[in-house]
């Protein structure tokens, strides 16, 4: 079988293909014959070494990925050969909260990911996938798709008629202005381009804020919810968009903590914080049991992921290339 692996960090160099064996399933394993994966910025963020996140050399990357299961291993009770199938972030965390234990193993991260032909999987570690989705699409629900939604749904549900914050056109931000609109919330969307504004209108987003042309954006958050701020704040910039956001969310409301994809060093002011009275809550993605939840909504609402470009196995380079120039709406797929 073809994957690709990284043995170095810090270039696109770095991706190498390989041809290695077709893995064999165990006990309670099953061997996924990968249809399509899908790029998150986690990804391109580990392979230049930026954030916290040091992977080991040498494994497979990707966290996201979708295919078909071709063989089980003994025991195998909860899927049949022939089942479509997409694996969860954490393959240890199953319901409940996040803890230690059941953060280990993330996939490209400590464990082999899905950029490869074939990949055996405990059948504990994957979920059914919808079943008007393709392959492509479904691949993109994993990391994406899945913190979007809990984005949304904790630590209590955001309700009708309540106002959410999203930054940008990237995977995240689409999906939480999707599942956002599911639940009759108001959506104030930020962007910097005409054509990316024109995609988020027909989203659904109610309120577009250019940050190009308003630095400091949340004087207009703040006057398009009548002084009050917003209840929720999907926050995927990070230090280039924290200090806007605090001034920007209601007392009491959440500022849901996701990514870093903005340049920036911001210097919070602790008086800042404090006279915003905003709760500031880090989450990482969520448990099988999410996932599960989150495809039955997308089942009901025949909900389609916003994919902006598919790319082949053998140019797995250009995909990541393509992410890297941040030009990208919605989300990027690999396609074996």
Known sequence: MKCFRINSFGSLDALNMRIENEPKPSRREVLVKVRACSLNYRDLS??????TLSPRKGLIPLS???????ETGGDVSRFHKGDRVAG???PNWQAGTLTQDTGRGAWGLEEDGWLTQYKVISEEALVSIPQHLSFEEASTLPCAAVTAWNSLMKPRQLKAGQTVLIQGTG???LFALQFAKLLGVKV??????QEKEQLLREQGADHIINYTQHSDWY???RELTEGRGVDRIVEVGGP???ANSIKSCKPGGEIILLGFASEGNSML???DIYASGAVLMPMSVGSREDFEDMNRAISRAQLRPLISRIFTFDDTVEAWRFMQEKNHTGKIVITL
Not at 46 to 51: A, S, T, V, Y
Not at 188 to 193: E, N, Y
Request: aromatic share 12%.
């Open 219 to 221: 004087h207009q958050v």
């Open 88 to 90: 969860i972030f954490f």
């Open 269 to 271: 002011n602790f008086m």
């Open 46 to 51: 580990m392979l230049f070494g930026k954030g």
């Open 64 to 70: 996201d990925g979708a295919g078909e299961i071709v």
């Open 171 to 173: 995977g995240v931000s």
């Open 188 to 193: 104030i969307a930020l962007t910097s381009t």
């Open 240 to 242: 280039g968009t924290i």
